[in-house]
């Protein structure tokens, strides 16, 4: 029987249209999983739009766990950590009082002051570390002894997106302390990549490159996997 790999990500791993085209077979997703084919491992890719940690656990709570991988790659954390202007409460209010335009041209037009200074995220920090480890503790408890479990940080933020949301990048730092410390591997290469050139123009998808040089990254670390 093949070992199995099991690759969670959000939409970072996913092909694109827009804002620039990045194809399927452009993804490190598929360029992951076709050198892992080559080495004789079942893989099964999961992306979601929108996926943060605690809609994660929800899947494999759900049936990711199902799978039993020897090995998993995830990428996330980028939506649990991204500062915001509006809680989903508030959002819901103003949908309720009818004010959900006037409160979106705000979000819009004075993104950066105002996330800045309530600093509001869709997870917690405290949360987020929480839903690690039972996402972590679900996969172990029936995968084959071994499981390797690998998480690649998110990603440093570009300048444009510090100029978006000031506090990403403290954001960003604090969350991917917690998935080091969390993981079997942290792939802090990635970390080190340069953000002007491996993102498209909306600052946090990857663009061809990106995905080029994540993939090079997973692989290399796969490379004693194998």
């Keep these: 029987m093949p070992k199995r790999m099991l690759i969670l990500t959000d939409s970072l791993g996913a092909p694109r249209i827009e804002p620039e085209l990045v194809n399927y077979d452009q993804t490190w997703v598929a360029k992951v999983k076709c050198e892992a084919q080559n080495n004789g491992y079942d893989v099964i890719a999961f992306t979601a739009n929108g996926l943060d940690s605690a809609n994660l656990l929800s899947e494999v709570n759900f049936k990711l766990h199902l799978y039993k991988p020897n090995v998993v790659i995830f990428q996330f954390g980028i939506v649990d950590c991204a500062p915001r202007v509006w809680s989903d409460r508030e959002k819901l209010l103003f949908r309720i009082l009818n004010l959900h335009n006037l409160a979106a041209r705000i979000g819009k037009n004075y993104h950066a002051p105002i996330s800045k200074f309530r600093n509001i995220t869709a997870v917690s920090i405290a949360d987020f570390a929480l839903n690690i480890k039972s996402i972590n ?53 990635f970390s080190q990549l340069d953000p002007e050139t491996i993102y498209t123009s909306d600052c946090h998808h990857l663009n061809q490159t990106g995905h080029e040089k994540l993939s090079k990254i997973v692989l290399d670390a796969m490379a004693s996997v194998w």
């Design 137 to 189: 503790e679900k996969i172990r408890q029936h995968a084959p002894d071994g499981c390797t479990l690998i998480h690649v940080p998110i990603g440093p933020p570009c300048s444009a997106y510090f100029e978006l949301s000031p506090a990403i990048g403290e954001n960003i730092i604090r969350y991917n302390k917690v998935l080091g410390e969390n993981s079997d591997r942290f792939l802090t290469d």
